[in-house]
DNA sequence: AAAAACACTTACAGCTCGTGTAAGGCTTTT
DNA sequence: AAAAGCCTTACACGAGCTGTAAGTGTTTTT
């Protein structure tokens, strides 16, 4: 079983958290102390860090690199308002998680989405038996896509993925991008589309095949 | 389990396979009637044929041709002296059953190295753990060499599967080619490694780590 | 031991394909 | 209807793969 650390100072968002991972399987450790947050971490070996950015004392930030720095642990960064209690909201952390962990497993490196699996490193997309290289680009988009769950994801963080930066963006490279995506997501016959979210960003949703009038 | 049908008019021979066949939990359908082969294949239904390509009657050859025509059943072709009675023999044609039979499962092309994967249509190579995208012609050779299981692959194969053509061989292209591919092989830590056959071809062998004083 | 045949290496130049740029059209919002 | 955001297309640059060429090793043959 995977244990799963939660560093998170709201003990209403902490239990509820801990909660929704105890009915996934999953064995949870909460920090409750906050001080010596990295060596608590770090004597109950976890396999993933649940861990929330305003802490007080060492700021989130900061306990990050620590980590970084002293292990391979993976470290799931949340800001508050990131994963309210909708359940929804749960079940695209859930698959957040699963992914996170599947990649740091042996044989990690496939992402998995609906229908089909991604080679993080080549980019190679199987589907549907086949199997099909994706340029560099592509194959980030659909990484950051993919580890996204089906989440909005701001356009900064494609170009952080895509380039590197976040500094500067060039909205229409950005956008050249992901239009060269969609066409060969059509051409492969995939069931997800992405979708514009206005003034923030995309996301990658369930196609709904146009079966009108 | 799967089925293969053995087409080869010397009987003793056709026995031989037949027993290494079962004793690989293969079922075997034996054709001993030389006469209107096709349709017989074509009744029994099997995974797989092999197939003597000195045949009496219609020959070996246009047999092979009827069949592509008619079905996608993988033929593997063997030629009397390749697979005389020793064991080694015996073990690197079921290495060869098991790749081709492998490809034409559904999940397919995915080729068996030892210590690593390949994948025929993207030249994607999975070894511990990390997974690397091969340049298409070194892709192209790996994927010969494992189709022959060790086997000695002459040069006018390796020709033909870089540039599907054996007539014309540039021995120097090729040459080239190999020396690439050696290289990448080095920098994966690929246990085997390519071993020239003075005037024939190259095999593909478990390399033996110099250990000596 | 010399020659011939074969095997290997390296550097260079052409080409393919992915990528960013630019310019303009389309669609939604105000 | 004007503005803001989103999309498309064509073009040119550049990285990386490939074949060519010329020359060096190495093994076999005479």
Known sequence: MKRIAIVEDERFMREELSDLLKKAGYAVDEITVFDDVAGQLLSCAPDLILLDLNLPGESGFSLCRTLKRQSSVPVLVLRADEYLTKPCRGERLLARIRN??????????????????????????????????????????????????????????????????????????????????????????????????????????????????
Not at 153 to 182: F, H, S
């Open 100 to 213: 996170v962990l599947k990649r740091f497993e042996g044989r990690g490196n496939l992402l998995e989405g609906t229908g089909y699996l991604l080679d993080r490193q080549t980019y190679t997309l199987y589907i549907q038996g086949r199997s099909v290289l994706l340029p560099k680009n592509q194959g980030k988009l659909l990484e950051v896509f993919l580890l996204h769950g089906g989440e909005t994801v701001p356009k900064e963080e494609l170009c952080l993925a895509l380039w590197g930066t976040t500094e500067y963006i060039d909205e229409n490279a950005l956008q050249v991008n992901l239009t060269r995506m969609k066409k060969t997501m059509a051409g492969l016959g995939m069931a997800q589309q992405i979708v514009p979210m206005r003034g923030v960003g995309y996301r990658l949703v369930a196609k709904e095949d146009g079966n009108e009038a």
